[in-house]
């Protein structure tokens, strides 16, 4: 150990004549172009994802950097082939030229043909594939329903299984911290230990036989209830109560937080007539703010973005966003606007929200790891 | 005289404290009470369905509605080294996530522990944090299809912006063995990399600065400091991201769904989906279960060694 450091102790001249100022210089330097490469890279897929959002299948085989411009829809196009460019159906095509679905447009009918025979305006045939062109993703998401359901029905219903997780999970990680800090250490350790074991349980490991629990409560399965109101909302309720059973991250972030609230606040609270449940309503809530955030954002991604749960659970028309974005890669495998454009819509509530709210990430992800 | 005012003094005392016993038995009453709802939630929906799956193991229940359920003894324990069948899903498969979790728990130090340390040597920078972490609200599905938009062989962004600046020559393809095995666990590592830092960045800063700054002055190089001070102190820290990146790892799924593990790519069959399969789609529902409990329990016993590991240096 001496020997090394003596070793160490004379420098090479050359380095020496940075001077330490200069190699901290040096060293700030290399850092920051570090986190720019860092940076650059981590956005990218992202901008790539918009972009892609806005290109038809058809130019994907190319390099776009920016959305492409719609090239010009020359009127000598068959009516078939753009059907196939732009995935569209010839149903959907007539209804929107005004054509009687029971006349037969031949595939190869070329566009000019079409506006001389029904009377429409070029330029409205023009319009209408040119839309196509750039946002058809988007249409098709945004407007078309798959299964049953829409894209803004899957969305609410996240959404809904969102927020209601989230409060429920709070409430009860806050009755979970506040009745194990009052008990004995061995009994606090006891609870604590099995919740630890949720950490190396995956869910994929519990995944069937707990969906076996699930149909001995609620019979979820095909044939045993018809679809309706209860069924639906019995799956949405399994998704609710695999959300809420407590985490031992939660656990233990509410119970450090409330074992270090001072005794005497409750037994003053007492005195005063406070019942247990006024004590941690008025008193004890509004001091927890700070483990109430941590919980939120590290939980908010991870129920937002669950995806295996309801995908086993739910019925395709009752589904929530991501099953209901798998299930529309299914049907339209060949559309790859289509689906980069929906994960980019899931993607998007997400980021936002995290990106206003950067500053609580950031704290909360932080005062999270040092607890884990 | 005094013996009994001794004695009636005891008897009060005694009286207190019974008192006392039962406002305080009253008390951990109510504790428990409010300890139960999410605990009794916990259990039955966590530990109860080892209970459950413990005696399907032993049948041959094919689907979750079979109604002719028989018990085989120890049959679904021996397919592994009697079936085929089983045999041919099964070990490509094993030998297809190991690959991963080594993969990705390289990633956990190239993505995870390189930007800790970079963030604690220039120090903490919120705006760069954001950035690292923001992959994180992405969801494993979107991160797949990610995956599948940069490096398809035709169509994928990066393919063609790579072959554009002359960086490669011929197209990496996401669905190829190779591709699937070195991009997948590079866009997780890419995806976990703020929750990896964030480990690892606290448990650097945990470490007393008078260790760190006396290194210094004892002339202690970066490597040195690196090797004798920094990582030894956030000994936690490393087993905390060992346990999460290995049970993480096996129980991946999202992504490989993403890209086409269920349908269209083999080579994205790892044992999660294996399992998934037999649950779900090729009613083998029994012999499912046993090769989950046979592939994780193990990995269980390891999660529960480490975190046990973790709280005793930790403290």
């Known amino acids: 150990m001496t020997a090394a450091t003596e070793r160490q102790l004379p420098p090479p001249p050359r380095k020496r004549g940075l001077g330490i100022a200069g190699r901290r210089r040096l060293l700030r330097v290399i850092a920051l172009i570090v986190m720019l490469v860092y940076t650059v890279l981590t956005l990218f897929p992202f901008y790539a994802l918009f972009v892609r959002s806005f290109v038809s299948t058809r130019d994907a085989a190319q390099l776009h950097l920016w959305i492409p411009e719609a090239a010009e829809v020359s009127m000598d196009m068959q009516v078939g082939n753009l059907g196939v460019f732009y995935n569209l159906d010839m149903?959907?095509?007539?209804?929107?030229?005004?054509?009687?679905?029971?006349?037969?447009?031949?595939?190869?009918?070329?566009?000019?043909?079409?506006?001389?025979?029904?009377?429409?305006?070029?330029?409205?045939?023009?319009?209408?594939?040119?839309?196509?062109?750039?946002?058809?993703?988007?249409r098709t998401l945004l407007t078309g329903s798959l299964y049953g359901t829409t894209f803004w029905a899957a969305l609410g219903r996240t959404l809904l299984i969102t927020v209601i997780s989230l409060t429920l999970a709070i409430i009860l990680s806050i009755f979970t911290g506040y009745g194990l800090s009052g008990l004995r250490r061995r009994d606090q350790m006891f609870v604590y230990n099995i919740y630890l074991l949720q950490m190396v349980i995956?869910?994929?490991?519990?995944?069937?036989?707990?969906?076996?629990?699930?149909?001995?409560?609620?019979?979820?399965?095909?044939?045993?209830?018809?679809?309706?109101?209860?069924?639906?909302?019995?799956?949405?309720?399994?998704?609710?109560?695999?959300?809420?059973?407590?985490?031992?991250?939660?656990?233990?972030?509410?119970?450090?937080?409330?074992?270090?609230?001072?005794?005497?606040?409750?037994?003053?609270?007492?005195?005063?007539?406070?019942?247990?449940?006024?004590?941690?309503?008025?008193?004890?809530?509004?001091?927890?703010?700070?483990?109430?955030?941590?919980?939120?954002?590290?939980?908010?991604?991870?129920?937002?973005?669950?995806?295996?749960?309801?995908?086993?659970y739910l019925d395709p028309a009752n589904t929530t966003l991501l099953p209901f974005i798998q299930s529309a890669v299914g049907q339209f495998s060949t559309n790859f606007q289509l689906i980069y454009s929906a994960i980019l819509a899931s993607v998007l509530p997400l980021v936002l929200v995290y990106l206003m709210f950067r500053r609580f990430f950031v704290e909360g992800v932080m005062a999270g790891a040092i607890k884990g | 005289m005094t013996y009994t005012r001794i004695a009636q003094r005891e008897g009060v005392e005694q009286n207190t404290t019974r008192k006392a016993s039962v406002l305080e038995r009253r008390r951990i009453l109510r504790d428990w009470l409010f300890i139960l709802p999410q605990f009794s939630l916990y259990v039955l929906l966590t530990i109860v369905p080892f209970i459950v799956a413990i005696p399907i193991l032993f049948t041959d229940m094919a689907s979750f509605t079979d109604p002719t359920v028989a018990p085989v003894g120890l049959r679904n324990f021996t397919a592994l080294f009697t079936d085929p069948s089983v045999q041919a899903d099964y070990f490509p498969a094993l030998r297809r996530t190991l690959v991963f979790v080594v993969l990705n728990y390289t990633t956990v130090y190239i993505f995870g522990l390189t930007l800790a340390l970079l963030m604690f040597e220039v120090g903490f920078r919120g705006g760069f944090f954001t950035i690292v972490y923001l992959p994180l609200m992405v969801s494993g599905l979107a991160v797949g299809y990610m995956a599948v938009m940069l490096f398809s062989r035709e169509t994928g962004t990066a393919n063609l912006l790579l072959r554009q600046l002359g960086l490669i020559q011929t197209p990496i393809d996401i669905y190829s063995p190779e591709g699937t095995a070195f991009i997948l666990p590079l866009l997780v590592g890419w995806r976990y990399a703020g929750y990896n830092m964030a480990i690892f960045l606290s448990g650097l800063l945990s470490i007393p600065n008078e260790t760190i700054e006396a290194s210094i002055v004892d002339g202690a190089n970066y490597w040195q400091r690196l090797w004798k001070v920094y990582f030894p102190q956030m000994l936690p820290a490393f087993i905390l991201a060992t346990t999460m990146c290995l049970i993480g790892s096996f129980a991946v799924f999202d992504e490989l769904v993403a890209m086409g593990a269920l349908y269209v790519n083999p080579e994205a069959k790892l044992l999660s989906i294996l399992f998934f399969t037999y649950g779900f789609q090729v009613n083998r529902l029994a012999m499912g279960m046993t090769l989950a409990v046979i592939t994780f329990v193990p990995l269980v016993i390891l999660g529960v060694f480490l975190q046990r590991l973790q709280r005793r240096l930790q403290y």
């Open chain 1, 202 to 312: 995956p869910a994929m490991l519990i995944l069937l036989p707990q969906f076996l629990i699930f149909q001995w409560f609620f019979r979820l399965f095909p044939g045993y209830n018809d679809p309706g109101a209860t069924r639906w909302g019995l799956q949405l309720l399994s998704i609710i109560l695999i959300n809420i059973k407590g985490t031992a991250l939660s656990t233990m972030i509410f119970t450090a937080a409330i074992s270090a609230v001072p005794k005497e606040l409750e037994d003053s609270a007492s005195i005063d007539g406070a019942s247990s449940w006024q004590y941690v309503r008025y008193i004890l809530l509004p001091l927890l703010k700070v483990p109430i955030v941590s919980i939120i954002v590290i939980m908010l991604p991870l129920i937002y973005n669950q995806f295996l749960e309801p995908y086993v």
């Open chain 1, 91 to 138: 149903a959907v095509i007539k209804d929107a030229f005004g054509i009687p679905q029971t006349e037969f447009l031949m595939a190869r009918t070329t566009l000019r043909q079409v506006a001389e025979k029904y009377n429409i305006p070029e330029q409205q045939i023009k319009d209408y594939f040119e839309g196509f062109y750039t946002f058809n993703g988007w």
